[in-house]
T-cell receptor
Framework: KNQVEQSPQSLIILEGKNCTLQCNYTVSPFSNLRWYKQDTGRGPVSLTIMTFSENTKSNGRYTATLDADTKQSSLHITASQLSDSASYICVVSATDYKLSFGAGTTVTVRA | NAGVTQTPKFQVLKTGQSMTLQCAQDMNHEYMSWYRQDPGMGLRLIHYSVGAGITDQGEVPNGYNVSRSTTEDFPLRLLSAAPSQTSVYFC??????????????FGEGSWLTVV
């Protein structure tokens, strides 16, 4: 069964600090991996999309990496801001176009 | 350009009642889908549509019906609400095939409580 595991489940960081979120997947055959940001009470919003051939992609202070060999991805947040407080969801697509969603990592940024 | 619009935002139902969650998109996307989000779990696909007149079941379709009479609209119907259907529901749309690398746009969610 295709699975997406995210860690940690939640984390708290101080404003201005960096953090890294992890995503491990067993989806096969792999097509692409996405990271979404979901603010409390809102719908998910796309941050990055990476295909098999891409190993890093940035969107402002967000940088995603992908290691397709080990089936791992990370999302790095640089110089965190209060507005980064949200849930971050890893979504992996198989070549049959089915999506597998992780349960998300909840990030809390404190002043 | 409003993107994906869902209504209502909040709804409380009694067990056995029926209702329809509305979803509309103004981006002329072929693919639309409904997900439910429960605590500690990833989003799960309920039903999806690859174009007007075409719908199919997802991972958790029981208790829900959909139709796609136009490209823009994709309503989700709860036939006889049960407490297990208490959840947050998200409608999503994308151009072409989901999983193809195109951005998936989500609505703002509908919070449903069945008592």
């Amino acid at each position: 069964k295709n699975q997406v595991e995210q860690s940690p489940q939640s984390l708290i960081i101080l404003e201005g600090k960096n953090c890294t979120l992890q995503c491990n997947y067993t989806v096969s055959p792999f097509s692409n991996l996405r990271w979404y940001k979901q603010d409390t009470g809102r719908g998910p919003v796309s941050l990055t999309i990476m295909t098999f051939s891409e190993n890093t992609k940035s969107n402002g202070r967000y940088t995603a990496t992908l290691d397709a060999d080990t089936k791992q991805s990370s999302l790095h947040i640089t110089a965190s801001q209060l507005s980064d407080s949200a849930s971050y969801i890893c979504v992996v697509s198989a070549t049959d176009y089915k999506l597998s969603f992780g349960a998300g990592t909840t990030v809390t940024v404190r002043a | 350009n409003a993107g994906v619009t869902q209504t209502p935002k909040f709804q409380v139902l009694k067990t056995g009642q029926s209702m329809t969650l509305q979803c509309a998109q103004d981006m002329n996307h072929e693919y639309m889908s409904w997900y439910r989000q429960d605590p500690g779990m990833g989003l799960r696909l309920i039903h999806y549509s690859v174009g007007a007149g075409i719908t199919d079941q997802g991972e958790v379709p029981n208790g829900y019906n959909v139709s796609r009479s136009t490209t823009e609209d994709f309503p989700l119907r709860l036939l006889s609400a049960a407490p297990s259907q208490t959840s947050v529901y998200f409608c999503a749309s994308t151009r072409g095939q989901v999983g193809s690398g195109n951005t998936i746009y989500f609505g703002e969610g509908s919070w449903l409580t069945v008592v």
